[in-house]
Structures are given as structure tokens and as C-alpha cells.
């Protein structure tokens, strides 16, 4: 709550920069909890996403968007397995958009101050970084929902394949810039 109250002093020393990243991680908490959410969810949901959605965008380098994030996934695990909705792949999208949005906002977020003066070229080189990823990442996902189905595959398997494929290396890639001098 001291940490809480603090962030909420230093609001007044606010500039551009940061406010724009913080608006952009409340921006995609909502959004995400908002796409993820069952058909049926009462308007005093609404509300109640709201407020969580800030909760990430006051305090982004904790375990806010964490909670968000899981948040996120357990209203579209209940939505499809408790309600037995079929999820649209653009919705399946919006939703990993957005979750992918929130961590890397909420990222960028943790390390800039309230009144941190910002180069403009760090946002668009975040914004440039994040909008590669998503594009390279719905590409990649129209592709295997498209062409998969056809080869006789499951594609929970490829799936699984490929995703332990780029995990491997992110973390050989992760490991190998830890080690440069």
C-alpha cells in the first residue's frame, strides 16, 4: 500500500512518455480481459475489469500484470471449457495481442519514471518490436490453422512442437547475449 501511495505522489511529475506506455498497458489489460471474458459476464464485470486493468498501469514492476495476465487466462479457460464456447481465431488473436501488449508495455514501463524525458526512437522502436512480433505471430498462427488441418497432424502436437522449438531458442539466444562482453 506505501509503494501504492507513492506512485500515486509522484502522478504530478508525470510526462508524455511514460504516461503513453502506462496508457498503452491499461489499454491492452482491459482489452484482454474484455475479449477473454464469457458471452454472458453481468455489466458490474465491466467495472471490475476497469479496476484491474489500472492495477498494472499503477504498479508495472511487480506482480500486477501477472495477476492480470492469469486473470486473463482463467476467463478464457472458464469461457471455453465451462461454457463450451467456440472461440473465433480473431478473438483468439485479440486476446494473445493483448496479453503480449501488457507484458511488454508493462516491461518498458517498470524501467521508465514517471517524469523520465523519452527519446521519441525508444517508443518507435518498442512500438516497431511489438507490432513485428504480433504480425510475425498471426502469420505464423494463420498459417498452421490453415495448412495443418489438411496434412493429417494434430495441430495441438505441431503446436506443441513448434512452441518448445522457439522456447529452446529464445533461451539458447537469451543465454548467448548474457554471455557477450
Not at 21 to 28: E, I, N, P, S, W
Not at 32 to 46: I, N, T, V, W, Y
Not at 77 to 104: I, K, N
Not at 114 to 128: E, H
Request: charged content about 10%.
Amino acid at each position: 500500500m506505501k509503494q501504492l501511495m507513492q506512485q500515486v505522489r509522484e502522478l504530478g511529475r508525470v510526462t508524455g512518455a511514460p504516461l503513453l506506455v502506462r496508457g498503452t498497458v491499461f489499454l491492452a489489460a482491459f482489452a484482454g480481459l474484455l475479449l477473454a471474458a464469457p458471452s454472458g459476464m453481468p455489466s458490474q464485470a465491466l467495472l471490475g475489469f476497469f479496476v484491474l486493468a489500472v492495477y498494472p498501469a499503477l504498479l508495472p514492476g511487480g506482480a500486477a500484470p501477472l495477476v492480470v495476465m492469469l486473470a486473463t487466462i482463467c476467463l478464457w479457460l472458464a469461457d471455453t471449457l465451462l461454457f463450451l464456447a467456440q472461440p473465433s481465431l480473431g478473438r483468439l488473436l485479440g486476446t494473445a495481442a493483448a496479453l503480449y501488449l501488457l507484458h511488454s508495455g508493462a516491461a518498458l514501463a517498470a524501467v521508465l519514471p514517471y517524469d523520465a524525458i523519452v527519446d521519441n526512437q525508444v517508443l518507435l522502436r518498442w512500438a516497431g518490436r511489438a507490432a513485428l512480433v504480433l504480425a510475425a505471430t498471426g502469420v505464423l498462427t494463420l498459417l498452421l490453422v490453415n495448412v495443418l488441418p489438411g496434412l493429417y497432424i494434430s495441430t495441438p502436437t505441431v503446436a506443441l512442437v513448434i512452441g518448445l522449438a522457439v522456447v529452446a531458442g529464445a533461451v539458447a539466444l537469451l543465454t548467448r547475449l548474457g554471455r557477450r562482453p
